[in-house]
């Protein structure tokens, strides 16, 4: 992999680490204010990260075992996902993604077991969206990132706007990876590509509404705004705002997710994404980055999804 594919490939999987296990401490809470966070970025102990990295890193190794054209098989991913569950089942799962992993365990294929949940409807949480960003560096476009997407949300979450979630997101992480950190982004244009390829009329209207906050919003009345909670409609959006708030500084954009409350660990980890994959590792803070755990073998992942991003500038 060249140089370049190799730092953003490593900011992309480490910023979603570092900013799941810097907002964990947090995540459900209302509100959170400086004092706090400074608190929590001059601790020493060790950044433990949660549910959000844990399936972010086995979709990584999902796709790092198989090549293109089809870096997905759901039939897989479905058990690779569930096995990840049972192996360290205290990172804080949500009860929905629980249940769908039962179901896959015991033996359920996976359109059943992820279709079941939810009186039937099955998630909308946003936990397909959480895990999603890998997709990025093995996609060859906008619109094959946003299938892979949907194919990757859909084992677990089979309500639409729970697939739907993953796509924004995975085509912001690809075009922030794609884009030049020395040129300034165009936030307006990034939008307008994102809705372009999404192409979804709620989805529109999320994205107009990012817009409207993208120069003056504090984090809670974004959060006021957009929503802060569990599902993916109202994450997405906020995590999104969060990094064009701050698109060359992954830090400020973690502590914009976590500032403004809610499913803090999820925001963060999303918002660093995009920001991380533009910026490479180097954006990301040394002194979180010594805290984290096993931060090795996420750099080496990444070093081995990096040989597979389609020319990197
Ligand atoms: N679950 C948590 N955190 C809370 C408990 C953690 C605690 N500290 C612990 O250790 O146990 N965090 C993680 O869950 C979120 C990702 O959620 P996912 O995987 O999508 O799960 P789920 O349960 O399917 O959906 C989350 C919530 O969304 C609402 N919801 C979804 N579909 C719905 C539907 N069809 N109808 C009504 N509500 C629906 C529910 O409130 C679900 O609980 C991330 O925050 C991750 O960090
Ligand atoms: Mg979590
Ligand atoms: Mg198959
Ligand atoms: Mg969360």
Not at 36 to 50: D, I, P
Not at 62 to 82: G, K, M, Q, T
Not at 162 to 180: I, R
Not at 227 to 239: C, E, I, W, Y
Request: glycine letters at 8%; hydrophobic letters at 40%.
């Amino acid at each position: 992999a060249s140089s370049t594919a190799s730092a953003k490939a490593r900011g992309l999987l480490l910023g979603v680490t570092l900013g799941d296990a810097m907002g964990a401490a947090f995540e459900g809470h209302r509100h959170v204010d400086g004092e706090q966070l400074l608190q929590q970025e001059r601790a020493t102990t060790r950044l433990r990260y949660t549910d959000d990295t844990a399936l972010t890193l086995a979709l990584a190794r999902h796709l790092a075992e198989r090549s293109n054209p089809a870096p997905i098989d759901e039939d897989s991913l479905a058990v690779e996902l569930a096995r990840e569950w049972q192996r360290e089942p205290w990172r804080g799962y949500g009860r929905g993604t629980r249940e769908v992993f039962e179901r896959v365990l015991r033996g359920t294929a996976w359109p059943e077991a992820s279709g079941g949940g939810f009186q039937g409807r099955g998630s909308y949480g946003n936990g397909a969206a959480m895990r999603v960003a890998p997709v990025a560096l093995v996609g060859t476009s906008p619109q094959h990132v946003v299938e892979l997407a949907r194919r990757s949300a859909r084992v677990t979450h089979a309500h639409p706007d729970g697939q739907l979630g993953a796509m924004p997101q995975s085509c912001a992480v690809f075009l922030a990876l794609h884009s030049d950190p020395e040129v300034p982004l165009e936030r307006g244009r990034f939008l307008h590509r994102l809705a372009r390829t999404v192409n979804h009329a709620e989805w529109r209207s999320r994205l107009e509404e990012v817009r409207e906050l993208l120069d003056e919003a504090s984090p809670a009345s974004a959060a006021a705004r957009l929503g802060n909670d569990a599902t993916a409609g109202a994450s997405v959006p906020l995590a999104l705002l969060a990094f064009l708030r701050h698109p060359d500084h992954p830090a400020e954009a973690v502590r914009y997710a976590i500032r403004a409350g809610g499913d803090t660990d999820t925001t963060a980890a999303m918002a660093a994404a995009p920001t991380a994959a533009r910026t490479g590792e180097r954006g990301l803070p040394s002194a979180w980055l010594n805290r984290l755990e096993n931060a090795a073998t996420i750099g080496a992942l990444a070093e081995a999804l990096a040989e597979r991003v389609p020319r990197c500038r």
